[in-house]
């Protein structure tokens, strides 16, 4: 980027932020801004994505969605990191890329906790832990503590399932393993949709599953739902209680947020952080996601560096205490 630029981009900028309808820095050179979502179109990341891309398009101009799936979503994220810090490329990070995978990879090809600048988190999904509702009515589980009561009465008889070693729904299922002082067995699948397909027709005994891909099955009455894994119960969810109800402190749930690369002025930052917390806030943004079974979690950059950070801590243990690796 040139000088004259650079300046002209700086003081974009800086215009007030009852300038809704500045024009952003993508609109001045024909350049639009590049988000990368490290997964494949159609899912809920690459959704949310597009909802924000047109949301923003007033303010920043262009936002142009660009799928780089891959490696868990190494490959995009490692995308953003390599980018230049301009304001012109920006990333989803979530939990795997951000917190999960620098545990489970051998060899990564980022550092999650160095190469991205944090604008803003995004949305939080609360999991489910769901059991197959006949299951649940033979064997008399109607709650957290009848499932622990269970496996402690009888070791070893109960598993579950999971879209794969390292995934969402093992490390959960592994972290109430641990806290609960219980024993079941993880039976791997090649993903989320065989994995509840296996739960449905009674191969496995419970999974910790996306509340947006369980919700369905719940309505119908096919799927038990004993409790979310967010730290309090979710308003996606009425009447159904939180896992921390029992076992104090339990807490893990999916999440995404916008990242830009390391050393991406700090001005940029700001206006990408008041462009896209805008949009998240609006009631019709928030409509939709609530259509999702997600809850939008609107932030400072601050904030999301701080919670980014924490994250990654507290994977660690998991992912380690899974015994889960992938080269």
Do not use: C
């Not at 949305?123 to 009515?137: C, D, I, Y």
Request: proline share 8%; charged share 15%.
């Amino acid at each position: 980027m040139g000088l004259n630029r650079r300046h002209w981009l700086l003081g974009s900028l800086s215009a007030t932020a009852g300038m809704a309808t500045a024009p952003g820095w993508a609109q001045s050179g024909g350049r639009p801004i590049r988000l990368v979502v490290p997964y494949a179109p159609g899912g809920p990341v690459d959704i949310t994505a597009r909802i924000l891309a047109e949301q923003v398009r007033d303010t920043l101009g262009p936002v142009v969605v660009d799928n780089k799936p891959g490696a868990g979503g190494n490959i995009g994220a490692d995308l953003v990191a390599k980018a230049a810090p301009d304001g012109h490329t920006i990333g989803i990070a979530a939990t795997a890329t951000h917190a999960v995978n620098p545990w489970l990879y051998s060899h990564m090809p980022y550092d999650a906790g160095r190469d991205f600048a944090p604008i803003t988190q995004i949305l939080r999904v609360p999991n489910v832990l769901v059991m197959n509702a006949q299951t649940a009515q033979r064997l008399k589980i109607d709650s957290v503590a009848d499932l622990i009561a269970y496996a402690r009465a009888n070791p070893a008889k109960l598993n579950f399932g999971s879209g794969g070693s390292g995934s969402a729904g093992h490390l959960a299922g592994e972290m109430f393993k641990a806290q609960a002082g219980i024993y079941a067995l993880h039976i791997p699948y090649n993903g989320g949709n065989p994995a509840q397909l296996a739960l449905l027709a009674g191969e496995v005994d419970f999974n910790f599953d996306n509340l947006a891909t369980a919700a369905p099955n719940i309505r119908s009455g096919k799927l038990k739902a004993l409790a979310v894994t967010t730290a309090q119960r979710s308003p996606l969810l009425p009447g159904v209680p939180a896992i921390s109800e029992t076992l104090k402190g339990f807490s893990i749930d999916t999440w995404w947020g916008l990242v830009a690369p390391a050393q991406t002025p700090r001005d940029i930052v700001a206006r990408l952080n008041q462009a896209f917390v805008a949009a998240l806030n609006s009631p019709e943004t928030r409509t939709r996601f609530t259509s999702l079974l997600a809850e939008p979690v609107p932030t400072s950059p601050e904030q999301f560096g701080a919670f980014m950070k924490s994250e990654l801590g507290r994977y660690e243990q998991v992912v380690k205490r899974s015994g889960a690796k992938l080269d």
